[in-house]
Antibody
Framework: EVQLVESGRGLIKPGGSLRLSCAAS????????MSWVRQAPGKGLEWIGR??????????DYAAPVKGRFTISKDDSKNILYLQMNNLKIEDSAVYFC??????????????WGQGTLVTVSS | DIQMTQSPSSLSASVGDRVTITCRAS??????LNWYQQKPGKAPKLLIF???SLQSGVPSRFSGGGSGTDFTLTISSLLPEDFATYYC?????????FGQGTKLEIK
């Protein structure tokens, strides 16, 4: 059974930094493409970014609002996905979900989701 | 970026009704369209991928259709557990944008 467990929730001041982790199990993590999606309180879903598997280049893509501030990385030896968030803004307050990107080569989709972790940016 | 627009934004229906939600992309995305269901306080759940393929374990009363720019999610006969918010998402290109959501409420 696929399990994704996020951690690192917190209350952070604007301009601060926070690193989220997502512990993965139940699948071959090193082969997986992984993504982060967030949801501000009472709002819809927003794709943040994705990292490909090392076999497929290990490259990352980001949404414009976070590009240059957020960094996604994978530790395949520990089966952990990370989201490093720097220069946080109030509008980054949200529940952050890690997801697997299933069928990445022919029908990409978020087929497994973690439970989410809350990040609050406030002075 | 590709914009995704869902309609309606909210919908009231009764148990047993057939409902259809529409999603329109700002440019052609072929069949690269996914549908998710989200219940309050829970993570989203994948229902349909590649426009019309049912994710494993999802009941057959859910179906998806369309290609290019116009897509539909249909629930053939609503059950109480289907009242939730539904999102479409394009996976044709990055950034992978979502629709704004359709909240399905009990009439």
């Amino acid at each position: 059974e696929v399990q994704l467990v996020e951690s690192g929730r917190g209350l952070i001041k604007p301009g601060g930094s926070l690193r989220l982790s997502c512990a993965a199990s139940g699948f071959i993590f090193s082969s997986a493409w992984m993504s982060w999606v967030r949801q501000a309180p009472g709002k819809g879903l927003e794709w943040i970014g994705r990292i490909k598997s090392k076999t497929d280049g290990g490259t990352t893509d980001y949404a414009a609002p976070v590009k240059g501030r957020f960094t996604i990385s994978k530790d395949d030896s520990k089966n952990i996905l990370y989201l490093q968030m720097n220069n946080l803004k109030i509008e980054d307050s949200a529940v952050y979900f890690c997801t697997t990107e299933g069928r990445p080569r022919y029908a990409p989709c978020h087929d497994n989701w973690g439970q989410g972790t809350l990040v609050t940016v406030s002075s | 970026d590709i914009q995704m627009t869902q309609s309606p934004s909210s919908l009231s229906a009764s148990v047993g009704d057939r409902v259809t939600i529409t999603c329109r992309a700002s440019q052609s995305i072929s069949f690269y369209l996914n549908w998710y269901q989200q219940k309050p306080g829970k993570a989203p759940k994948l229902l349909i991928f590649a426009a019309s393929s049912l994710q494993s374990g999802v009941p057959s009363r859910f179906s998806g259709g369309g290609s290019g720019t116009d897509f539909t999610l249909t629930i053939s006969s609503l059950l109480p557990e289907d009242f939730a918010t539904y999102y479409c998402q394009q996976s044709y290109s990055t950034p992978r944008t979502f629709g704004q959501g359709t909240k399905l409420e009990i009439k």
